[in-house]
Nanobody, 122 residues
Framework: QVQLVESGGGLVQTGGSLRLSCAAS????????MGWFRQAPGKEREFVAT????????YYADSVKGRFTISRGNAKNTVYLQLNNLKPEDTAVYYC???????????????WGQGTQVTVSS
């Protein structure tokens, strides 16, 4: 069982930056691939980024490639999402997720956090 708690969301102007964090419980954090999804009002939840359990293998949605960076600190049981050059269309609730499979996590994964709101003003 993995419990995930996101933090770091907020209100920022267009072009600004935020750093989201997701703290995971459990002693086997390093075994899990981690990811981020987001859900804007009236839209379906969409994949944003994922990072493998070991090494630096990452994958991003085209809409955020070059602006967002996912990273992890296994010693701190935490995964991060650095959001740069934010746009109003990035406004959404951002969710952290976890799964033992790097492929499965891009489809949703087994465990989810409660989400953190990111709002980008124009």
């Amino acid at each position: 069982q993995v419990q995930l708690v996101e933090s770091g969301g907020g209100l920022v102007q267009t072009g600004g930056s935020l750093r989201l964090s997701c703290a995971a419980s459990g002693r086997t954090f390093s075994s899990y691939a981690m990811g981020w999804f987001r859900q804007a009002p009236g839209k379906e939840r969409e994949f944003v980024a994922t990072i493998a359990s070991i090494g630096s293998n990452t994958y991003y949605a085209d809409s955020v490639k070059g602006r967002f960076t996912i990273s992890r600190g296994n010693a701190k049981n935490t995964v991060y999402l650095q959001l740069n050059n934010l746009k109003p269309e990035d406004t959404a609730v951002y969710y952290c997720n976890a799964d033992l499979s790097f492929v499965a996590i891009m489809k949703g994964g087994s465990y989810w956090g409660q989400g953190t709101q990111v709002t980008v003003s124009s």
